[in-house]
């Protein structure tokens, strides 16, 4: 299976099962007028939303490069992933309203009907099942996008269970655990939209990459045994992949085909990182005076430990 029909699968299934998972939940609150559960049928309502959204982006995002995007389309997906945020912080907002409205009035309704526990356990185990998935084809295809799918539906574990003691609670004598449980849901519901937008600024602005990979892209040049230094590296992102540039230092008695052929070797062992994209090397023979100490790259290859 191709990156393609690995993420399109993903959009199509997290569809289904969020439509699947708001049908029930809406007829169980219709049922019971938990607002526990209400507020979960509305966070599944939120995530039906998003994604058809995010099936949407990610058909856009997986198309092969053309003219006008010879790079491909893979850098929509922070912006498909700007949107899911944006979702779920107005479903966390709409949950959060409904409970602070409830406490405010005291008018709580209870329920002892085994169908609100059912939902909410079933709904809990069916986010555990998706979590998992989309955090495995979200890592293994290097897919912003679905590992914020994964990071919710990981969330919505939590709102599930919130939710199942609030209505467990209710049942047992004490009625405001009810709102206060769907106030807990609306809090894990606005720290996930929170963690997605976070993650997704960072592609968009051209934030360096974790310090762990920076180290390994300077590791990499160092060790061609004809670079006897490097300055200026500069690594960012580019949407979700990373394009990297630096210079590196020569003897200049190197021929032109010798020089050319160190550049092509330290850029194809960086490129052969995991989610770079672009690799530029320039080569600074030592007859120019241009190689010069670099703090960054001494501290991130280890030479000033």
Do not use: Q
């Amino acid at each position: 299976m191709d990156r393609p029909e690995a993420l399109r699968r993903v959009g199509v299934v997290i569809l289904v099962a969020n439509v699947a998972l708001v049908l029930l939940k809406g007829a169980v609150y219709f049922r019971t007028g938990s607002l526990a559960v209400g507020s979960e049928a509305v966070n599944s309502l939120a995530d039906v939303g998003y994604s058809a959204i995010v099936l949407g982006g990610l058909y856009l995002t997986t198309r092969p490069p053309d003219f006008e995007h010879p790079h491909g389309h893979e850098r929509i997906e922070p912006f498909v992933s700007l949107i899911v945020a944006a979702g779920i912080l107005a479903a966390g907002g709409a949950v959060m309203w409904g409970a602070v409205r409830s406490l405010a009035s005291g008018n709580v309704r209870v329920t002892n009907d085994a169908a609100a526990v059912g939902v909410l356990v079933g709904s809990a185990a069916a986010k555990y099942l998706l979590y998992r998935y989309c955090l495995s084809v979200g890592e293994e295809w290097n897919s912003p996008a679905v590992v914020a799918t994964a990071l919710d539906n990981r969330n919505d574990i939590l709102t599930a269970a919130a939710a199942l003691v609030g209505v467990v609670g209710a049942a047992a004598g004490y009625p405001l655990l009810d709102p206060l449980a769907a106030g807990v849901v609306a809090v894990g519901i606005l720290y996930t939209g929170v963690e997605v937008a976070r993650d997704n600024v960072d592609y968009l602005v051209g934030a360096a990459p974790p310090e762990e990979l920076r180290a390994e892209i300077v590791r990499r040049a160092l060790a061609h045994p004809d670079v006897e230094g490097a300055h200026d590296v500069i690594a960012h992102y580019v949407g979700p992949e990373i394009d990297v540039s630096l210079d590196i230092e020569v003897e200049g008695d190197r021929t032109l085909l010798e020089a050319h052929e160190i550049e092509t070797a330290v850029t194809e062992s960086i490129r052969e990182l995991p989610m770079i994209d672009d690799v530029f090397v320039h080569v600074d023979p030592k007859e120019l005076g241009e190689w010069k100490d670099d703090d960054d790259v001494e501290r991130l290859s280890g030479a000033d430990r």
